[in-house]
């Protein structure tokens, strides 16, 4: 009788109702609305045959004056409020991408960087961030891979999450967790049908999502693939019983853009239909659901709107009073209001900076110091900014923001050329020539003492990246390999590189993802040492193309990898530079002080001559009869700014769930017996302190 039960529960919408974690008081405004009005919340409006309409945002919710519950507004992206006009160019911060803010491993700081985006979203009178977005790294040449803070590891989006959406929220402002599920490349991300085991998506590509249900985001927006052979957003599997019943997730589901392909995709789990000009959420299709079933759907969607201060309830007014409502009156503040500050740009400058991996330093040649002359060689070291050429295409990304909707154009990037002048100081000359000509390379660096040049290349929502090299691969493999001086060669990528070619004979490498705006500037604190590299690898740089996994072109799309996805796969392989590398200009050493079951703790000292910051990884190894990945990242922390001499003591608390196993039996994780090997590292092949410990 119990599994009748259960089955029921899991099959029947009018006991979906009970899920949505309802207060008295919505109970109450959700008996109050006519059908109509539930009706109105749940179908976007401000579009039409696909055409953002005026005087609406990205996504728009109509208000219900009648019970004053203001207006939903909603915008791109993940990484900043999106510049769809010129007016908006320069009142909004071009933020580095998600992924930068993933490789500085710092969570207070991820956290921080809500705060703000929330705040500018709300300035803007949106009160709703398409963001963030959190999908594991499964293809190398992810299109939005730059958009995707958790990399190629769970635990990193786990953690990197809950900052995010706790800093939004506070804001209040509704985070959006996407693209679920599955949703691994953009070639043909339409029709791709991602087939994956159970215990792959619990282990690997839920764990972010289910970081961001624990944290209490608002919504989730389900993803344009198909899963296991049924699209996501029609996928009651997904939406419903891996989501709602056994995440627990209280808050409501949106599509992605024109990703509904059926009218009764409510009764799978979907909650909103965005952007609503397909019809299929109006309210002939809406009457043929159960009343249960669109209670529930209103419920979820009015729940969270109070829960983050935007609805006022009975004798308590909204914490965030509405700013504007749509479609009559938020124009000046959606093309007119200035969002961005000092302050915000202070902390993108912080981001970017300590995002940069230091890759290779030989001979310590980094970081500069006077006097020297440095000659700066290469096109992407002067980058340009075509903003008019941006607001035409969509997709068009260049060397500082990606393409797509989750862009934010630069109004003045600062390019690395710039950022090298304006930090030199008197005593380095800087001496350029930002042509890909080696010949013109080769003149530039007579008489100069270090030659530095750039690489780079672009990616784009829509389509996956041709290749992992850059754009200026010969021409800095032909320069490294010809030069008689110390050749440092500065990366701006969105994500995985290969640098074979040229990454063994230059003196050094250094990466940073898509810095936006404060590019030039955080090359420059970390080139003259400004600040210590801290950046971490949150992918890995392979040594080939052929080691990486390719787009599917064809379905089904099979995740036979399994568990062993990016750089858990490849523990086994020579690769260019491991997942969670990065140098600094100083030392750490590592030192268990404490060992209390899943306690630990630890001190790390800088030993060098410089002051640092170190991000301690903290890998597992599971016990040899347990079928899992040889090694896998279960915790991180960075420490503070050290001097030299100076340390810190590190507390990590293991947390018990990340040592179990998913059983499809039990339908949920269960503990694995055994002895777990712990290591302290500095990056996925370089532990520096280990213990034991057993379950």
């Known amino acids: 009788m119990k599994f009748s039960l259960l089955a029921l529960a899991l099959s029947c919408p009018t006991l979906h109702a009970q899920n949505s974690g309802a207060d008295d008081d919505i109970a109450a405004l959700v008996a109050d609305m006519t059908t109509a009005e539930k009706y109105s919340i749940l179908n976007g409006v401000g579009f039409a045959t696909k055409i953002q309409l005026s005087g609406y945002y990205v996504g728009n919710e109509p208000a219900v004056e009648r019970l004053n519950i203001p207006s939903i507004k909603m915008q791109d992206a993940a990484q900043g409020f999106r510049t769809t006009d010129e007016r908006m160019v320069g009142e909004v911060t071009a933020w580095p991408c998600s992924l930068a803010a993933a490789g500085a491993w710092d969570v207070a700081l991820m956290e921080d960087w809500g705060h703000a985006l929330g705040k500018e979203h709300r300035t803007k009178g949106a009160n709703v961030i398409l963001g963030p977005s959190v999908n594991v790294h499964r293809v190398a040449k992810g299109g939005r891979n730059a958009e995707y803070l958790s990399g190629e590891s769970p635990k990193l989006g786990e953690e990197m999450v809950r900052s995010y959406v706790r800093g939004v929220q506070e804001e209040g402002v509704m985070a959006v967790v996407k693209h679920f599920a599955l949703n691994n ?170 995002s940069v991996a230091l890759l290779k330093n030989s001979d310590s040649v980094l970081p500069i110091t006077g006097p020297k002359t440095i000659a700066v060689v290469g096109s992407a070291c002067d980058a340009g900014n075509n903003i008019s050429a941006m607001l035409k295409v969509w997709d068009l990304g260049n060397y500082y923001v990606m393409g797509g909707s989750g862009r934010v154009i630069a109004a003045d990037p600062v390019s690395i050329v710039r950022g090298l002048k304006e930090g030199a100081g008197d005593s380095i000359t800087i001496i350029e020539s930002t042509t890909d000509n080696l010949d013109e390379a080769l003149t530039a660096m007579e008489g100069a003492d270090v030659v530095v040049t750039c690489g780079a290349t672009t990616s784009t929502e829509g389509h996956d990246r041709d290749s992992l090299l850059v754009d200026q691969d010969d021409f800095i493999t032909s320069l490294v390999e010809a030069s008689t001086i110390p050749s440092v060669v500065l990366l701006n990528t969105p994500g995985a590189t290969v640098t074979s070619n040229f990454s063994g004979k230059a003196t050094a490498v250094l990466n940073m993802f898509l810095g936006g705006q404060v590019t030039g500037t955080a090359w420059s604190n ?67 002080k404490s060992n209390d079951g899943l306690k630990f703790e630890l ?47 590190v507390q990590f608390n293991i947390d018990s769930d990340d040592l179990r196993s998913w059983s499809v039996s039990v339908g949920d994780f269960v503990t694995v017996p055994g002895d777990f090997k712990i290591e302290f590292a500095s990056s996925s092949r370089d532990a520096r302190a280990t213990a034991t410990v057993t379950i």
């Open 603 to 649: 001190s790390v000292e800088n030993t060098g001559k410089t002051a640092g910051r170190e991000v301690v990884q903290l890998y597992v190894t599971y016990p040899e009869a347990e079928d899992a990945p040889p090694v896998d990242l279960k915790g991180f922390k960075k420490t503070g700014l050290l001097q030299p001499g100076q340390s810190e003591l």
């Open 526 to 592: 970390i080139i003259y040492g400004v600040e210590s590299p801290s950046g971490k690898l949150p992918v890995t740089f392979l040594k080939s193309e052929d080691d990486a996994v390719e787009p599917c072109s064809e379905n089904p799309c099979v995740y036979d990898e399994k568990l062993e996805v990016g750089w858990r796969g490849l523990i086994e392989k020579d690769v260019d530079f491991c997942f969670g590398h990065g140098l600094s200009y100083t030392e750490f050493d590592y030192d268990i």
């Open 185 to 354: 490349q953009e070639n043909n991300r339409n029709t791709v049908d991602s087939h994956a085991d159970e215990r792959t998506m619990q282990e690997v590509y839920f764990l972010p999502f289910k970081a961001a249900v624990d944290e209490g985001v608002a919504s989730f927006m389900c993803s344009y693939n198909l899963v296991n052979g049924t699209h996501s957003c029609g996928n009651e599997d997904l939406l419903q019983r891996d989501l709602k019943d056994r995440m627990g997730f209280e808050g409501f589901v949106m599509s992605d853009w024109w990703a509904v392909h059926d009218a009764g995709y409510q009764n799978a789990g979907l909650d909103m239909d965005m952007p609503g000009d397909d019809g299929y959420f109006s309210s002939d299709n809406l009457d043929a659901s159960d009343e249960g079933r669109i209670d529930d759907m209103a419920t979820r969607v009015l729940t969270q709107m109070k829960k983050v201060g935007l609805l006022g309830i009975g004798d308590s007014p909204a914490k965030f009073p509405n700013l504007c409502d749509i479609p009559n009156d938020c124009d000046d503040l959606y093309f007119n209001a200035t969002a961005t500050s000092p302050s915000h740009s202070s902390l993108a400058l912080s981001i970017a900076t300590q």
